[in-house]
């Protein structure tokens, strides 16, 4: 099995309707992004942050992955869908591939919040590997809720 297509955790989902997870921008829950290799079984049933086939230390990428920045993360609602997005995240000094990510919420006991699918491996050679999050739009938001 492997990553195959970018979606919302179905638990996520659930844990929304039960106030577990706070995207409030300054003051909310901690969220991280961690990356994985094509070797990953990652999808929607993800539950929770995994260290199983993740990318290696390397450079500015450990264990876990990164945070995600606190104040870079913004909510809205327009046009009767409510979206989140998260500033960009780099790791600098790294020579990995990856095939993909999961963003999770380490203030949630590190629960699974979406699974990115990179469509194929993604490199750096002793550089920077950047993950670039859509427009904060209501069609292209990284998370959306119609």
Do not use: W
């Not at 638990?11 to 921008?25: I, P, R």
């Not at 049933?45 to 913004?74: H, I, K, P």
């Amino acid at each position: 099995m492997a990553i195959t297509t970018s979606a919302v955790c179905n638990s996520f989902k659930k844990e929304l309707l039960e106030a577990k997870h706070d995207f409030t921008q300054t003051t909310g829950d901690k969220f991280k992004l961690a990356l994985y290799t094509n070797s990953a079984t990652l999808g929607k049933s993800t539950t929770s942050f995994t260290t199983d086939n993740q990318v290696a230390n390397t450079g500015q990428y450990t264990t876990g992955g990164g945070a995600l920045a606190v104040g870079a993360q913004q909510t809205s609602v327009a046009t009767n869908t409510a979206i989140v997005d998260f500033g960009d995240r780099s790791f600098t000094g790294v020579t990995l591939t990856a095939r993909g990510a999961l963003i999770y919420n380490t203030s949630n006991n590190n629960s699974a919040v979406a699974v990115l699918d990179f469509g194929g491996d993604k490199s750096a050679s002793s550089g920077t590997f950047t993950v670039q999050f859509p427009a904060f739009t209501t069609s292209a938001a990284i998370l959306r809720i119609s």
